[in-house]
């Protein structure tokens, strides 16, 4: 039986997120983002996170809404960012 690896890009970058938070410089963190990971798991992964979030018990108060960004050159940026916000 062979052995298989199941690669999911979302929980690879929130496992960056998390272990980098916090001990790199944000500016560091989100240009990695944004030169590894592509427009969709950075979107997916920050859905994941807010959801996730969202449905913590008990509820964080000021917690951020999840904004849809547009396609535009500054989409990864921003999303990466927003992301930030929820780790």
Do not use: H, Q, W
């Amino acid at each position: 039986m062979a052995n298989s690896c199941v690669i999911n890009e979302v929980l690879s970058l929130l496992c960056f997120c998390s272990n980098y938070y916090g001990k790199t410089p944000k500016g560091e963190i989100i240009d990695a983002l944004v030169g590894f990971y592509d427009d969709k798991e950075i979107e997916s992964a920050k859905e994941t996170l807010f959801n996730v979030v969202r449905g913590m018990s008990p509820k964080i108060d000021d917690l951020p809404r999840c904004r849809s960004r547009k396609d535009g050159t500054n989409k990864r940026r921003l999303d990466s960012d927003d992301l930030l916000t929820c780790v």
